[in-house]
């Protein structure tokens, strides 16, 4: 369902009302006293609260790619054949050759992507309040 500029206010003043900013202030105080302390980067820190306060906004489900791949380099690490396991095999077989290589270029862009996030998440995501 889309959401409407008025329920978007809604929202927003909700998020007022019960202290969110407050909180989201007093948590990235916080997670910036602990990337001192661990020598890493404030700014990277800063971004990656960022991203995590945004998704909390706007909602939504989980990418159920992303979870596919944060579950395979959490069980295997980094394997040379992500692609390929990655791959919808079904649909694959269904393509012409370009749609293939399209589809193999895109499955890439977004593998890395969620490499990313993951690297990102392993990063700072550790160091999150309960």
């Known amino acids: 369902m889309e959401r409407t500029l008025k329920s978007l206010a809604k929202e927003a003043k909700a998020r007022m009302k019960k202290g969110f900013w ?3 202030e007093a948590e990235l105080s916080e997670r910036r006293t602990l990337a001192k302390e661990q020598g890493i980067s404030e700014s990277k820190m800063e971004r990656y609260f960022q991203e ?3 998704g909390r906004i706007k909602g939504g489900s989980q990418d159920e790619f992303y979870l ?8 295997e690490g ?3 054949d992500a692609i390929g396991r990655l791959t919808d ?5 269904t393509l012409s050759y370009a749609e293939k290589q399209r589809y193999t270029l895109e499955l890439s862009e977004k593998y890395l992507r969620a490499l990313e996030r ?8 550790g160091k999150q309040r309960g």
Do not use: H, I, N, P
């Open 89 to 93: 095999r079904a649909y694959y077989e």
């Open 78 to 80: 980094e394997v040379s």
């Open 118 to 125: 993951f690297k990102r998440e392993l990063e700072f995501g």
């Open 22 to 24: 407050k909180d989201c």
């Open 68 to 75: 596919k791949v944060r579950e395979l380099l959490l069980s």
């Open 52 to 54: 995590q306060v945004t």
